[in-house]
């Protein structure tokens, strides 16, 4: 990682304002547009989530702003970052799961099983260090309009992508997806790249995918 300069920061003016707010995260639902992702993702063994949070992953990191981080009240910008995911166990509760941001789907795929294979064996829910990181919460039975989250102050800066439940519009396939992010480091034209980004990938899935 790499610690940015607050001196020449282009967004110095907007840091200040919004750093110091009793609440300074805000969150966005759009409708993302997988009509082509799930037929592709039909045909794979590894269901829907982990193609679908590799599409994620590779969105949110095109995205620099969502790699930067506040730590220690400066701003670092991290290479990579990781998904770390909710993951249901057989008694109604979650535990959650740390993962790696691989360029290759096959690599994240195969590591992502593992992790949440292992996750399921051995529930993990204690609050650790995860600023290289971002959160996937997944809820397959909402098809929610809005979502925000709680959070702790010391990593408020770690966006929180929320990921509901696919509905049929005429013929799209629609998915509400929240994302949540702090505002003295992401803007709405940031989040706009998000989309914009997500809206590609899951246009051309079998290329993103390595299926061509």
Not at 56 to 79: K, Q, T
Not at 164 to 183: E, M, N
Request: negative net charge; proline residues 5%; hydrophobic residues 40%.
């Amino acid at each position: 990682m790499k610690k940015i300069d607050l001196d020449t920061y282009p967004r110095r003016a907007l840091f200040d304002a919004f750093i110091s707010l009793d609440i300074p995260t805000y969150s966005i639902t759009c409708q993302v547009d997988i009509t082509s992702f799930r037929t592709i993702q039909a045909t794979l063994d590894c269901g829907f989530f982990v193609p679908f949070s590799y599409l994620l992953s590779r969105a949110i990191n095109a995205v620099p702003e969502f790699r930067h981080r506040l730590i220690d009240g400066d701003i670092y910008e991290f290479e990579r970052i990781d998904p770390s995911y909710t993951v249901l166990q057989d008694d109604r509760t979650f535990s959650f799961c740390d993962s790696r941001h691989f360029d290759a789907f096959v690599e994240y795929r195969d590591h992502a099983q593992r992790q949440i294979q292992a996750a399921r064996e051995h529930p993990v829910c204690d609050d650790k260090e995860k600023h290289n990181s971002f959160f996937i919460t997944n809820l397959p039975w909402l098809n929610f309009t809005s979502i925000t989250h709680p959070f702790n102050r010391k990593y408020a800066s770690i966006p929180i992508i929320s990921v509901g439940r696919f509905c049929l519009h005429g013929d799209r396939v629609l998915i509400p997806i929240g994302l949540q992010c702090h505002h003295a480091l992401v803007d709405g034209i940031h989040i706009g790249d998000f989309f914009g980004r997500l809206g590609e990938l899951c246009s051309d899935p079998a290329d993103v995918l390595g299926l061509c």
